[in-house]
């Protein structure tokens, strides 16, 4: 996705990745807002960029035959976004067991205002590729992804 400016936004936690989107009529639902599906497509995409951005991708997780599983998702839908409207979603790692574990916060704003749309939460687990069994996290993933967590802390929610 393009660059857009950063919006002015009450971040939930410090230091989050950015990913912009434009929300397009094709987003729009039977009550002209953008579907709730959409933003959690949002959320899966601005989770790769952001792991690329960490210097991990798709090959490497084929290469090592291990990767991060969604385990659960929670999503707060707050308010409504429309078409037309630049949306930015925020995201963090904040906790890992350096084990099995990584969990992941969203944030989604709309970029006008900074009025923030959704906040969500995914609890994830290490799987191995080929078997889909639950696996350690290989050295690669501790040392990229332990050393970008952000402690949830006082903005736990």
Known sequence: MSQMPSPVANWDYPD?????????????????????????????QSAWAHSEHLGLSLDDYRRLDRAMAVRRGEFDY??????????CVATWLTATDEK???ERRFQL??????ATLLRGRWSLVCIQISSGRPRRLPP???????????PAGANDS
Request: aromatic content about 10%.
């Open 16 to 44: 989050p990745h950015l990913y912009f989107v434009t929300a397009t009529a094709a987003a729009i639902d039977g009550l002209e807002h953008v579907n709730n599906a959409e933003y959690v497509r949002w959320c899966e």
């Open 78 to 87: 707050i308010g409504a976004a429309r078409e037309g409207e630049r949306l």
């Open 100 to 102: 099995l574990m990584l």
């Open 109 to 114: 704003v709309r970029a006008e205002d900074g």
């Open 140 to 150: 690669a993933f501790l040392q990229v992804y332990a050393a970008a967590v952000v």
